[in-house]
């Protein structure tokens, strides 16, 4: 045998075994069958004619004139931000969709002396204010300095450095609410090392630049972490103060410890967490170009690349895990705000999970070397990694599915699946009476909601074929749950310490697709569920009826993405201007007259609005917010929905031709429900998306 074939056929052994090991890292959640079995799995005759909406695409273009002093944050309209993506997908003609929408007859139910009273408001693109496009509070921005920044920084680290007290507050707050969420340290070893920080001070010896970066990285997601009233009370100034010390002393010794030709594990830990306390709720280029950079040196670090292969002792192990993956996180949440698509690969990498094992556990002398099957240190983090990792498979999905190469179907059974084996897998670990494992379950309910929600939501508004109600019923469904979870992550009480990381976790999109979703349909069974949530998202004047609520909502939304838009200068495909305007036919008894105009301007039957509900996958928690959410009205559906968004205008397909009003139905016939079945119990997923008539 030659030398070339010789090489090739240890490269081939090399790549068979790197799979291998990736194939264990996933823990059984990708290799027990949540893909074999749908892969190749005959595409539903309902699905042939599917085509998710063009009026998304995953690559933005912007005019050379484009005002880029603007604040790439997108608008924001109650506790909703929405730039020019949507789910991830390029939208730059959302505000002209939303005009066909608010002037198709068929969603206006006003009677005619509130339609003289009020007319169709017209774009008012210079009269806007721009108060809704500037960063809410929340908002971090990386200094221009950090990006720039060459050799040693001027500023001395006594600059920043409080009082030992004060840090170790800070501390504290770090290790309670930040650590058990968004673990990137081993934490006895940090304590170590933390002891050995303030030694130096203490002596007047400067510590190393990686331990600095580290120790005020930590601090600076404290002060993050901490509400307002709390910092005033135990240091006696103003949050955002204090908050830009310790960003500016993190940025300080992230440069001096040579961020941008590192080596050091420890300055790839302190750089992870600076980046989890900004990328939050509002998330601009800069913090996606920033995301990009880390990558590139873990990569250059080999972090992608498990620590067994280098004979690493199990903390070293235990930590390059952690950082890679809270990489792969940010990866996700900076790919989904600023596009176009996730810079990692499954297949270009093969660093394992952690185990799930308690820290203390990895210093001992003979440390674990597998999971255990209870709640330990790792358990929330694990969630949230197998399911971001989920959705990174999810990510590369999509284009197969507009190529044809993959079936809804199919996609939609590895979602099933791995939610399942992830369910079985976690809840039985999760004791509802310690808050931390409440939070735990509301995350991973809203992550496999979210999930249904990526695949669907460009479906949901397709302008060609009408999505069979199926599908769409898993969208309702999903996206209700999503949002229930999200409120109660965000206001109950118990969960409070970890509610300042929920903007990372969602973003409320779902609101606004579920918005047009009742407003299009006010007879939807999940109608009242989603007004809840919807009143707590929008928070519109209470003494509005629904129908009125929505208008004005959809309306400001319209007007403020138009303003947004035209000083963007985004670009449409010359195929999407064409479009615009087209959407697949109505079912019949999709529309409001089973109710009368009074009971679909109420919204029929209202339950209490703005308050989050206590029940997570059928277990309710205790809220001290007041009396429980009045009981399901009859017909309700016990589940919650999702994503979904306002079909309207003129009924035209692509081609031109006016569809077969009965074309759905007459499809769904020929499908074989066995296997969907399986999936989907027919008793939850009839079909049945509307509240029985009143009439």
């Not at 408001?121 to 204010?129: N, R, T």
């Not at 130096?200 to 190393?208: D, N, S």
């Not at 005020?216 to 103060?241: C, H, N, R, T, W």
């Amino acid at each position: 045998m030659g030398s070339l074939e010789r090489v090739l056929e240890q490269d081939v052994a090399r790549n068979n075994a790197r799979k291998e090991l990736r194939k264990g890292a996933l823990e059984g959640a990708q290799n027990s069958g949540v893909y074999d079995d749908f892969e190749f799995a005959p595409e539903p005759e309902d699905e042939k004619e599917l085509e998710p909406s063009p009026l998304g695409v995953l690559d933005a273009a912007y005019d050379e004139d484009a005002d880029d002093d603007l604040m790439d944050l997108g608008v924001q309209m109650g506790k909703l931000r929405l730039t020019d993506r949507l789910g991830g997908f390029f939208r730059p003609k959302m505000s002209e969709e939303l005009t066909v929408s608010l002037t198709d007859a068929r969603n206006d139910r006003r009677p005619p002396a509130e339609k003289a009273l009020t007319p169709d408001p017209a774009q008012s693109i210079s009269s806007m204010p721009a108060y809704f496009a500037a960063p809410g509070p929340t908002y971090i921005a990386p200094t221009s300095s950090f990006f720039f920044a060459t050799g040693s920084h001027g500023n001395s680290l006594i600059d920043f450095l409080p009082s030992k007290y004060a840090a170790d507050r800070l501390m504290q707050q770090y290790w309670y609410a930040v650590h058990p969420i968004a673990r990137t340290v081993h934490k006895p070893s940090f304590q170590r090392r933390y002891d050995i920080f303030w030694n130096e001070v203490v002596l007047g010896i400067e510590p190393v630049g990686s331990l600095q970066a580290l120790v005020f990285a930590a601090m600076f997601a404290g002060v993050v972490s901490m509400p307002e009233g709390k910092i005033l009370e135990d240091f006696g100034v103003a949050k955002k103060d204090l908050q830009e010390n310790f960003q500016q002393g993190t940025e300080t010794a992230l440069i001096r410890a040579n961020i941008l030709r590192t080596t050091k594990t420890e300055t790839m830990q302190a750089f992870v967490i600076y980046m989890i306390s900004l990328c939050r709720d509002q998330i601009s280029r800069a913090h996606s170009a920033l995301v990009g950079m880390g990558i590139r040196l873990a990569e250059c670090m080999a972090l992608h690349r498990d620590g067994t292969e280098y004979g690493l002792k199990p903390v070293e192990i235990h930590v390059r895990r952690l950082v890679w993956y809270q990489l792969c996180f940010l990866d996700i949440r900076t790919c989904e705000a600023q596009g176009p698509r996730p810079g990692i690969r499954q297949e270009e990498f093969d660093t394992q999970f952690p185990l799930n094992v308690n820290d203390l556990e990895l210093d001992q002398d003979v440390a674990p070397v597998k999971s255990a099957e209870c709640w330990t240190d790792m358990t929330f983090s694990l969630i949230r990694m197998e399911c971001h990792e989920m959705m990174r498979t999810l990510w590369f999905d999509r284009p197969k599915l507009e190529k044809k190469q993959i079936s809804l179907t199919a996609v939609l059974g590895k979602i099933e699946n791995f939610r399942k084996i992830t369910e079985e897998k976690y809840l039985a670990m999760v004791d509802d009476n310690i808050p931390i494992q409440q939070c735990a379950r509301a995350v991973l309910n809203i992550l496999l909601r979210r999930m249904h929600i990526m695949i669907l939501h460009r479906y949901h508004n397709s302008v060609a074929v009408r999505i069979p109600d199926r599908l769409r019923q898993i969208i309702l469904t999903s996206g209700t749950e999503l949002l229930e979870s999200a409120i109660l992550l965000e206001t109950h009480r118990p969960l409070a310490p970890w509610a300042w990381y929920s903007g990372a976790i969602q973003q409320y999109q779902v609101a606004f697709l579920l918005l047009g979703e009742v407003w299009a349909y006010p007879m939807r069974k999940e109608s009242d569920r989603i007004w809840r949530c919807l009143d707590f998202v929008f928070e519109p004047p209470p003494e509005l009826t629904r129908d009125q609520k929505a208008r004005l909502i959809l309306t400001e939304i319209r007007d403020r993405l138009g303003v947004y838009s035209q000083v963007r200068r985004l670009r449409a495909p010359t195929g999407m201007l064409q479009r615009i305007g087209m959407s697949p036919p109505r079912k019949t008894g999709d529309d409001a007259s089973a109710l009368s105009p009074a009971e679909v301007g109420s919204g029929a039957v209202q339950i209490g609005v703005g308050r989050a509900p206590n029940t997570i996958m059928g277990v309710r928690f205790r809220t001290d917010d007041g009396p429980d959410p009045a009981p399901q009205q009859p017909g309700e559906d016990s589940r919650a929905p999702s994503l979904t968004s306002a079909t309207s205008a003129p009924t035209t397909m692509s081609n031109g031709m006016t569809p077969d009003l009965n074309m759905t139905d007459e499809l769904m016939n020929d499908i074989d429900w066995n296997e969907w079945d399986k999936l989907f119990p027919p008793d939850v997923n009839n079909g049945e998306l509307n509240m029985p008539s009143f009439s």
